[in-house]
């Protein structure tokens, strides 16, 4: 039983920066249910395919969400499928791992935290540490 997740790409698909982790945020995962049905899920959303010819895949059932995909070609090497492309997008198989994308994400929260609490932190800090000066300036006159 056939079972991959892909990643969205398309032609304007950015490698670096911030702007690659939207192709990770709703992966497409395809599992074969028989010999001539798939089964997708994007995101929540689900639908199912039969093969219409070798490597072409229409649509059958399911969300409204892939109506506009209505065909599905993979393209297939020795391995398995090493693209799906429809009429508006090209999915290709995900290059990180889910280990990789939960610690990055875990990484980006934390970060976000931090800088988000840090500058109250610091005029906490400075606060005190004004009121404090003002005491021993009382003191000292």
């Known amino acids: 039983m056939i079972s991959m997740i892909y990643c969205i790409s398309s032609l304007r698909r950015t490698y670096n920066g911030f702007m690659n982790l939207y192709a990770y945020l709703a992966p497409l995962a395809v599992r074969s249910m ?24 229409k649509f059958k059932s399911g969300d409204d969400v892939f109506i506009p995909s209505n065909v599905m070609y993979f393209h297939v090497n020795d391995e398995g ?21 939960l610690i990055s994400l ?36």
């Open 106 to 141: 875990g990484l980006f929260i934390w970060f976000m935290v931090y800088f988000l609490i840090a500058p109250f932190v610091l005029m906490v800090l400075a606060l005190l540490r004004r009121r404090r000066k003002q005491k021993t300036m009382a003191l000292g006159s």
């Open 34 to 57: 028989n010999d001539n049905e798939i089964a997708l899920d994007l995101a929540g959303f689900k639908a199912t395919y039969v093969q219409t010819s070798p490597y072409v895949y």
């Open 81 to 101: 499928a090493e693209q799906i492309s429809t009429a508006y997008a090209d999915y290709l198989p995900m290059d990180k791992s889910s280990p990789f994308l």
